[in-house]
C-alpha cells in the first residue's frame, strides 16, 4: 500500500511540473495509464494440483510516461519509466511476474530505459522490448486477457540492456541487442549469463517478414539459442500472422530442452468496433497445442470490452487464482479459462 502511495504521488508530481517543461520549445512529455482487468473462469486438467475457480485476474494494467527533447532538425533524446500495477491483487507487480521461480522478488517495473532516435536509427539503454519478441514473437501477441504472449519461448522485456533498430531502408529494417548477464537473471528467464538478440525484417505492400535469433547465454558453456521467423498479411479488415520458432541448447537442466518447436497460425478480421480473433498453436514443452479465441468491442476511444476463450494442452499461463510464475506447476496438465473483462486507457 506504502509503495502504490509513493507512486501515485510521484506521477502526480510529475503530471504537474512537466507541463511547464513542455512549453519550452524541444521538449515534450506523455504520462498514459491503462487499466485492464477480467473476470474468468478456470478449469485446470489436473484438478488434484490446482482446483476449477472462477475471479478477477489483472489483464498487464500499467502506468507510465516519456519525456523526450528534439534538436532542431536533429535527433531526438527521451526517456521512458513504466510501472505494472496487478489491479487484482492491488500491488505494483506484473500479474504473471510475482517474484519466486528461483528469483528473489518480482520485477518492480515494465519499461526503464532511455534512448536517442537520429538517422541511424534508435539507440536505447534499460529495461524494454526486446528486439526478438518485436519481430517474431509479438505479430501473434494480439489478444487482451492475462493469458496473452505465453506461446513463445522469448522473454519480452530484459533489464540493463542495449538495442539498437536500424531505419527501414528500401523495407529492411535491422536490430540487436546486448543484455547484462545480471539483468538477464532478473527476467522470467532467470539466466545468469549475457543475452545477445539479432532480428532482420523486410516489409512489402501487406507482407511483413522477420527473422530473429535469442541468444539466451551461455552458462557453463552450453549452448542455449532460440531461432524465430514469422510472417504477416494484413488487408483491409482481415489480418494473418504466421510464426515459426526452434530452441538450440545442449544446457543439462535447460527448460525447454533440445529442438523443440513452436508452430503459431492467427488470423483476425474487423468488422465496425469488432474485432475477432483466433490462434491456433502448438509449442512444444510449453503449453503444446493451444487454442485462443476472442472478440475485442471498441466502446469508444478509451474503452474496449473482450471475450476469450484459452486452452492449453499443456501448463504454460494457467496457475492457481490470481497467482503467477510463483506459483507455475508443470503438473497442472494445461487446462481451459473463459475471460470476459475491460481495458481503459488514459
Not at 42 to 65: K, M, Q
Request: net charge neutral.
Amino acid at each position: 500500500m506504502k509503495n502504490i502511495a509513493r507512486a501515485t504521488l510521484a506521477a502526480t508530481a510529475c503530471a504537474t511540473a512537466l507541463p511547464t517543461l513542455a512549453d519550452v520549445p524541444g521538449w515534450s512529455w506523455d504520462f498514459y495509464a491503462s487499466l485492464r482487468m477480467h473476470a474468468e473462469y478456470v478449469e485446470p486438467d489436473n484438478r488434484n494440483v490446482i482446483d476449477r475457480y472462477s475471479g478477477l485476474r489483472d489483464a498487464y494494467s500499467r502506468f507510465g510516461g516519456t519525456l523526450a527533447y528534439r534538436f532542431e532538425d536533429g535527433p531526438r533524446l527521451f526517456a521512458q519509466l513504466e510501472v505494472p500495477f496487478d489491479s487484482a491483487n492491488f500491488r505494483l507487480r506484473d500479474p504473471y511476474d510475482q517474484g519466486g521461480f528461483g528469483r528473489d522478488e518480482a520485477e518492480p517495473l515494465r519499461i526503464a530505459r532511455v534512448g536517442i532516435e537520429g538517422g541511424l536509427g534508435t539507440l536505447s539503454l534499460g529495461q524494454q522490448w526486446m528486439p526478438y519478441y518485436n519481430a517474431v514473437a509479438a505479430p501473434v501477441d494480439w489478444f487482451s486477457s492475462y493469458y496473452s504472449g505465453f506461446a513463445t519461448y522469448t522473454t519480452p522485456r530484459v533489464r540493463n540492456t542495449v538495442a539498437w533498430y536500424s531505419p527501414r531502408m528500401a523495407g529492411f529494417q535491422l536490430a540487436a541487442s546486448w543484455s547484462a548477464a545480471h539483468g538477464n537473471k532478473k527476467s522470467t528467464a532467470r539466466i545468469e549469463d549475457e543475452r545477445v538478440q539479432a532480428t532482420a525484417s523486410w516489409a512489402d505492400g501487406p507482407w511483413v517478414l522477420a527473422l530473429g535469433m535469442d541468444d539466451r547465454g551461455h552458462p557453463g558453456g552450453f549452448r542455449d539459442r532460440l531461432y524465430g521467423a514469422t510472417a504477416t498479411w494484413t488487408q483491409g479488415a482481415w489480418y494473418a500472422a504466421f510464426k515459426y520458432e526452434r530452441t538450440d541448447t545442449d544446457a543439462p537442466g535447460a527448460f525447454y530442452g533440445d529442438d523443440q518447436q513452436a508452430f503459431n497460425l492467427l488470423g483476425a478480421y474487423t468488422a465496425g468496433r469488432n474485432t475477432w480473433k483466433l490462434m491456433l498453436a502448438r509449442v512444444e514443452g510449453y503449453g503444446e497445442h493451444t487454442v485462443h479465441a476472442g472478440v475485442d468491442h471498441r466502446y469508444n476511444e478509451q474503452l474496449t470490452l473482450f471475450a476469450e476463450f484459452y486452452r492449453e494442452g499443456a501448463t504454460s499461463g494457467i496457475t492457481a487464482r490470481r497467482q503467477g510464475l510463483n506459483r507455475f506447476d508443470a503438473a497442472t496438465s494445461g487446462g481451459r479459462a473463459f475471460a470476459l473483462g475491460f481495458r481503459y486507457d488514459f
